[in-house]
Nanobody, 125 residues
Framework: QVQLVESGGGLVQAGGSLRLSCAGSGRTLSNYGMGWFRQAPGKEREFVAAISYYGGSTDYADSVKGRFTISRDIAKNTVYLQMNSLNPEDTAVYYC??????????????????WGQGTQVTVSS
């Protein structure tokens, strides 16, 4: 069983940056594709970014493409989400989860499990 803990959220002004971390324990994350999702108040959880198990393939939601970067550090068993040029529409609770090793299913929420508790990101205008 994999346990995931997100960190790095906070309050930032529009145009600012944050880096989220997702630390894994219990099992190595290198066997899994990893994803970041977010959920704003009153909205459904949505896909943000994903990375394949070997790190060579990444995918992003159109709304964050060019601003967010997902990466992984195998040695630290950690996945990151670097978020730049943040805007108020990025305000949400951000979650990481383990998913398929690669492929289109990395965009599908139902394909993911072992969700972390989430970290709040608030962007002020």
């Amino acid at each position: 069983q994999v346990q995931l803990v997100e960190s790095g959220g906070g309050l930032v002004q529009a145009g600012g940056s944050l880096r989220l971390s997702c630390a894994g324990s219990g099992r190595t994350l290198s066997n899994y594709g990893m994803g970041w999702f977010r959920q704003a108040p009153g909205k459904e959880r949505e896909f943000v970014a994903a990375i394949s198990y070997y790190g060579g393939s990444t995918d992003y939601a159109d709304s964050v493409k060019g601003r967010f970067t997902i990466s992984r550090d195998i040695a630290k068993n950690t996945v990151y989400l670097q978020m730049n040029s943040l805007n108020p529409e990025d305000t949400a609770v951000y979650y990481c989860a383990v998913g398929p090793q690669y492929g289109g299913a990395l965009r599908i929420l139902a394909a993911f499990g072992s969700w972390g508790q989430g970290t709040q990101v608030t962007v002020s205008s």
